[in-house]
């Protein structure tokens, strides 16, 4: 049972819209929503959201303790239900416990050291292909060219598919339709509905892959989908057709349009800081000629630093949910059973407690000399933490860092526009009007 309006009571709450209540400030204006909250509340508050009470928390402090959860508090599957529940009903952001902590297991597999070397062999060369296209000295929409690039790049790493393939073009409609569907204000399939064409498109994609799984068992291909396939824990236990299809849909989602996201916001802050496009070009340039290494990873910490940066400002998953399946207390504040909680990672990562002038783009916070991210353990925390930490960690930072040597060996990258870029924040951040650029040779 949800916790009721009166077992909530005591817990304060900025202005409503009739009906909505807060679900289109938060659309239109995130961060401003929750800082005029936090100014008047403190650090926890509640707005009601896509039709529920949510309980906000946005202290370092408190998003360890709903990350880490070290009372076993709170249900990752019935926070992300109402989100991701239709479209992405198995996948392991919505497992618990000991189910989880089994399918991740499984899922681990497909993430070590040799598997990811091989995807890195795979994406490399494609990456310097797909962005040979890119047109010069030209206006285009960096964030609508990202997406279809990391698209793209997904079908050919993630399903073994050339990332040319008609095939490759459908799937990706079916992605976006699935992620529309996340946050559209009708809950139901009804006829004409982002609702039911995303419900449509999670059938047609999981049925798809669930009839590739058989053949990819007993191939040799390297890519993500076959290497899941094969996967199996310590104990030899591997999963069967539906479940592969569904965990391969749900990390298909999970993978591509926050790396397209993330990538967005380096590029913009690149471009509004040349001199830090030039570091990068130098520490690219250092890496030499040749095909993409593991080792050359190891070799760009100024994009470390950005990517990092770029993350703080603008995470691509701005809040983590919960549902607190027992009551509990913070700071003295009573929180019912039942109640959904959200650990306002983006608010942390904006808040002068952990950084100086927070709101200002400078990756050298980062350096080992000020660690402003070390001022806490969870002031820093753009893929989460605890049981559900962010598995693919690795693999979207080696897709940053092979993005940005193909990028800047090729081209410079500057604004075509000149004002403010604004974000939409949810479900996953996105620039107003696509964020125009232009290329010039490097
Ligand atoms: C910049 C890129 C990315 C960001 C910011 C990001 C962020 C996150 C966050 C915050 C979570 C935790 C959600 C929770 O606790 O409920 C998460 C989980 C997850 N991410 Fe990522 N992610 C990124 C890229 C990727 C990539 C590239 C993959 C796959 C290759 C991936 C696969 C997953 C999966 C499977 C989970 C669920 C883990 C679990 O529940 O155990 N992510 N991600």
Not at 53 to 79: H, M
Not at 283 to 299: H, I, N, Q, Y
Not at 407 to 414: I, K, P
């Amino acid at each position: 049972m949800p916790a009721t309006d009166a077992a909530l009571s005591h817990i304060p709450f900025p202005p409503q819209q009739p009906l909505v209540g807060n679900t289109l400030h938060s659309l239109r204006d995130f961060t401003g929503l929750h800082r005029r909250a936090m100014a008047e509340f403190g650090d926890v508050y509640r707005l009601r959201l896509m039709g529920k009470w949510r309980v906000a928390f946005t202290s370092a402090e408190a998003v360890e303790y709903i990350l880490t959860d070290p009372d076993k508090l709170f249900s990752n599957a019935q926070g992300w239900a109402d989100a991701l529940g239709h479209v992405f009903p198995n996948g392991l952001m919505l497992r618990d416990f000991d189910d989880h902590r089994l399918h991740r297991r499984i899922m681990q597999a497909a993430f070590r050291k040799p598997a990811m070397d091989s995807y890195l062999s795979l994406m490399a060369p494609e990456l310097d292909d797909l962005l040979a296209e890119w047109p010069v000295g030209r206006r285009f929409g960096f964030y609508p060219a990202i997406k279809d690039l990391t698209l793209r790049l997904g079908a050919h790493v993630f399903m073994g598919l050339p990332a040319d393939a008609p095939e490759a073009e459908t799937l990706n409609r079916d992605f976006i339709d699935e992620i529309a569907s996340t946050i559209t204000v009708v809950r139901k399939p009804l006829p004409f509905t982002k609702f039911r064409r995303g419900t449509q498109a999670h059938a047609r994609l999981v049925g798809r892959f669930h009839a590739l799984v058989e053949d990819r068992r007993n191939g040799t291909a390297e890519d993500f989908f076959s290497q899941m396939c094969r996967a199996t824990d310590d104990e030899g236990r591997h999963w069967d057709a539906q479940e592969i299809a569904d965990h391969f849909n749900f990390l298909m989602m999970a993978a591509h349009d926050t790396t397209a996201s993330g990538l967005t916001t380096m590029v913009w802050a690149l471009a509004e800081h040349p001199e830090w496009q030039e570091r990068l070009a130098v520490e690219v340039a250092a890496l030499g000629d040749g095909p993409m290494t593991p080792e050359m990873l190891g070799a760009m910490p100024l994009t470390d630093l950005v990517f990092k940066e770029a993350l703080r400002l603008v995470p691509p998953v701005s809040l983590i949910p919960r549902r607190a399946l027992r009551a509990f207390e913070w700071n003295g504040i009573p929180i019912p059973a039942g109640s959904y909680v959200s650990a306002q990672i983006a608010m942390v990562m904006r808040s002068p407690k952990h950084y100086t002038d927070p709101d200002a783009f400078d990756p050298e916070r980062f350096s080992d000399n000020r660690a402003e991210d070390r001022s806490h353990r969870f002031a820093w925390a753009p893929f989460g933490g605890g049981a559900h930490k962010c598995i693919g960690l690795h693999f979207s930072t080696m897709q940053v860092k092979a993005f940005t040597r193909a990028l800047l060996t090729r081209y410079r990258v500057a604004r075509a526009d000149t004002g403010e870029v604004v974000w939409k924040r949810i479900p996953i951040p996105q620039p107003r009007g696509g964020l125009p650029v232009t290329l010039s040779p490097a």
